[in-house]
């Protein structure tokens, strides 16, 4: 494995399986049970291990009402990563469920969007429609961490290493930023919440939840064009993530982790096929 080629692994630490299709898609009232997961995302070679997003804690979920399987910083340490010790964090966006365990990352410094923290911290959050996703706790640690220098601010797209980068495509947020990272398999596009299901990128469906609803459909180009193929876009909570991609750790029906740069080993191709007829 070459030093700009990575190994990247999905951590699934927390799953929501009481919802419905009216839950994750615009103007679709089905009462179809549609289940999401939660993830954090590990980029490691020989030189540097990343991860993307922090995940939220059991506190949070006690405060929401959505339990987790696994603190996130224990879903890195059954894989062999100690938290404590990672030096480089991409936080793709401030939502709780991203950017909601940062206590577990103390040596990190974190890459984020200028337009993320100028977002969350603005005149936006008086908006009950646009502040529900954030915490108030989370966002106010972040602010502690630029005040302590551990914060480095991408203004649009940027390369974080070798091999992996970061690009805006905010939508969702307005500071969202997805990730690539070069692999064996060619880029491989880490969506985070540019795209929540594959049915969102490959049916050009709305999420209930966004900033600029023209920055989601412009993103979902944005995908398909840094990916090497599409197979390589990997959606921030679909839990066919978990059937597509082989289980390297844990169980299906607990945390998990999969690992997505060689590609997927389930049919991809036909699944998003048929979101297209």
């Given at each position: 494995?070459?030093?700009?080629?990575?190994?990247?692994?999905?951590?699934?630490?927390?799953?929501?399986?009481?919802?419905?299709?009216?839950?994750?898609?615009?103007?679709?009232?089905?009462?179809?049970?549609?289940?999401?997961?939660?993830?954090?995302?590990?980029?490691r070679?020989?030189?540097?291990?990343?991860?993307?997003?922090?995940?939220?804690?059991r506190?949070?979920?006690d405060?929401?009402?959505?339990?987790?399987?696994?603190?996130?910083g224990?879903?890195?340490?059954?894989?062999?990563?100690a938290?404590?010790?990672?030096?480089t964090?991409?936080?793709?966006?401030?939502?709780?469920?991203?950017?909601?365990?940062?206590?577990?990352?103390?040596?990190?410094?974190?890459?984020?969007?200028?337009?993320e923290?100028?977002?969350?911290t603005?005149?936006?959050?008086?908006?009950r429609?646009?502040?529900?996703?954030?915490?108030?706790r989370?966002?106010?640690?972040?602010?502690?961490?630029?005040?302590?220098?551990?914060?480095?601010f991408?203004?649009g797209?940027?390369?974080v290493?070798?091999?992996?980068?970061?690009?805006?495509?905010?939508?969702?947020?307005?500071?969202?930023?997805?990730?690539?990272?070069?692999?064996v398999?060619?880029?491989?596009?880490?969506?985070?919440?540019?795209?929540?299901?594959?049915?969102?990128?490959?049916?050009?469906?709305?999420?209930?939840?966004?900033?600029?609803?023209?920055?989601?459909?412009?993103?979902?180009?944005r995908?398909?064009?840094?990916?090497?193929?599409?197979e390589?876009?990997?959606?921030?909570?679909?839990?066919?993530?978990?059937?597509?991609?082989?289980?390297?750790?844990?169980?299906?029906?607990?945390?998990s982790?999969?690992?997505?740069?060689?590609?997927?080993?389930g049919?991809?191709?036909?699944?998003?096929?048929?979101?297209?007829?």
């Amino acid at each position: 494995m070459g030093h700009d080629t990575y190994e990247v692994y999905a951590l699934r630490y927390a799953e929501r399986p009481a919802r419905v299709r009216a839950d994750s898609f615009l103007f679709d009232d089905h009462e179809a049970p549609h289940p999401i997961d939660y993830f954090l995302w590990v980029l490691r070679n020989e030189r540097r291990i990343i991860v993307v997003d922090t995940g939220y804690d059991r506190a949070e979920g006690d405060r929401r009402g959505r339990p987790i399987l696994r603190e996130p910083g224990a879903c890195l340490a059954d894989f062999g990563i100690a938290a404590d010790s990672v030096e480089t964090v991409i936080l793709t966006h401030l939502h709780y469920d991203h950017a909601g365990a940062l206590d577990q990352f103390p040596a990190a410094r974190f890459h984020l969007q200028s337009a993320e923290m100028a977002f969350a911290t603005g005149s936006c959050m008086c908006e009950r429609a646009l502040n529900h996703p954030f915490s108030v706790r989370h966002v106010c640690r972040m602010v502690e961490h630029v005040y302590a220098g551990r914060v480095q601010f991408h203004d649009g797209d940027a390369e974080v290493a070798p091999g992996v980068e970061v690009f805006a495509t905010g939508g969702h947020s307005l500071g969202l930023q997805a990730v690539r990272a070069r692999t064996v398999a060619g880029w491989l596009v880490l969506a985070s919440d540019a795209a929540h299901f594959y049915e969102n990128f490959a049916a050009r469906k709305l999420f209930p939840i966004m900033a600029d609803p023209v920055s989601v459909l412009r993103g979902y180009d944005r995908l398909a064009a840094l990916a090497s193929r599409r197979e390589l876009i990997v959606p921030g909570h679909d839990p066919m993530v978990c059937e597509m991609f082989p289980k390297v750790a844990g169980e299906r029906t607990g945390a998990s982790v999969y690992r997505l740069d060689k590609g997927p080993v389930g049919p991809l191709a036909r699944y998003l096929d048929g979101f297209a007829s």
